[in-house]
């Protein structure tokens, strides 16, 4: 075979071999799905998100449960940003209503997006996208994100009141909701460290203050007294309105949270019920520690929990709250 011969069919084989690559890494499930299509779209969410979360550093806990909430019911679809004009969609359920936010800055990425590149970017790639990049600027660690997902048509109150944790929940019912969308008992407890960017409000605690276990005026004796009469004069009874911070860094992502849990100053039962269980002990005193685990493990569960139920069936949503017509 000549050289010249040889040299040409290298540079075919190049060719292919490149073609074969690029069209793998464009496919749904890569990070790089919108490199043609929209080449700008993490850049604009990132950007955007570091206005939103500059403005309003709170937010990015408020993102980080809105996503929370929707990959445990049907996957993570943006099933939770669909209004419902009857009030039965996922945002009306008892753990969602008057609680979860983040719904008009999702909008406000979606608008920049619909007009860089309309109809190509789903709305839950960017609640996916939005809540990874929140999380950095307040301090997390990332993680590569699987892009190409489609929304899905479909919000129900009902399923989200039934899949989704509760703050009352003990460590067993906690393993069993985890469980369900393929989490488990070590993926549980550090994506409970997500509240340390968090806020509660007062509705959330009062039953542990002042009416414990169904008794008139009890209060939860796994709560630090001390804490117990700080919460008393932040939430007095019967008045619900006040917000809390998770805990003492508020808006920083770190370990504070298992720190808080382990010196029994967790606002709800699901955070001290983590002390009931030996495994729950362990991981949150191994979190509650410098230079532990608890960034890296809890950037590997949010990647495992962003891929809960991955899906291509549904649609691109000109806007995040209402399927296309």
């Known amino acids: 075979m000549g050289s010249r011969t040889l040299v040409g069919m290298l540079k075919i084989c190049t060719i292919i071999l490149f073609a ?3 069209a793998a890494d464009y496919t749904a499930g890569s990070d790089a799905y919108y490199a043609q299509t929209c080449p700008q779209a993490t850049t604009i969410v990132n950007n955007m998100v570091s206005k939103i979360v500059k403005e309003n550093k709170n937010i990015a806990g408020g993102l980080l449960r809105l996503h929370f909430h929707d990959c445990f019911v049907r996957g993570c679809d943006a099933s939770v940003l669909l209004d419902s004009p009857t009030n039965t969609a996922e945002k009306d359920a008892r753990p969602n209503a ?3 936010r983040g719904f008009k800055e999702i909008e406000q990425i979606k608008a920049a997006l619909e007009v860089e590149c309309p109809g190509i970017v ?6 996916a996208l ?5 999380v950095v600027k307040v301090g997390g660690n990332s993680w590569p994100l699987a892009l190409g997902r489609k929304d899905g048509r479909i ?9 989704l944790p509760s703050p009352f929940s003990n460590f067993d019912e906690l393993v069993q909701k985890f469980a369900a969308v393929g989490l488990n008992q070590q993926e549980m407890v550090v994506l409970s460290g997500g509240h340390t960017i968090g806020r509660a409000s007062c509705g959330a605690v ?5 009416n414990f276990g169904g008794v008139e005026g009890a209060t939860d004796p796994s709560i630090d007294p001390k804490f117990t009469e700080e919460l008393k004069k932040s939430c007095p009874q019967n008045q619900q309105g006040s917000e809390l911070s998770m805990d003492r860094s508020k808006n920083r992502f770190d370990n504070l949270y298992f720190k808080a849990v382990l010196a029994k100053k967790g606002l709800f039962e699901s955070d001290a019920n983590l002390l009931t269980n ?9 979190y509650s520690k410098p230079g532990s685990s608890f960034y890296s493990d809890f950037a590997a569960a949010m990647l495992k929990m962003s891929n809960i139920q991955w899906s291509t069936d549904g649609e691109i949503r000109r806007v995040c709250s209402a399927v296309n017509a």
């Open 98 to 100: 008057n609680s979860l």
């Open 130 to 134: 939005a809540v990874r990049d929140a």
């Open 278 to 286: 030996p495994v729950g002990l362990e991981l949150v005193t191994r």
């Open 155 to 163: 919000s129900l109150k009902s399923e989200a009141d039934e899949k």
């Open 20 to 22: 074969t690559t690029a």
């Open 206 to 210: 009062q039953q542990r203050l002042y």
């Open 122 to 127: 789903s709305c839950a790639d960017v609640l």
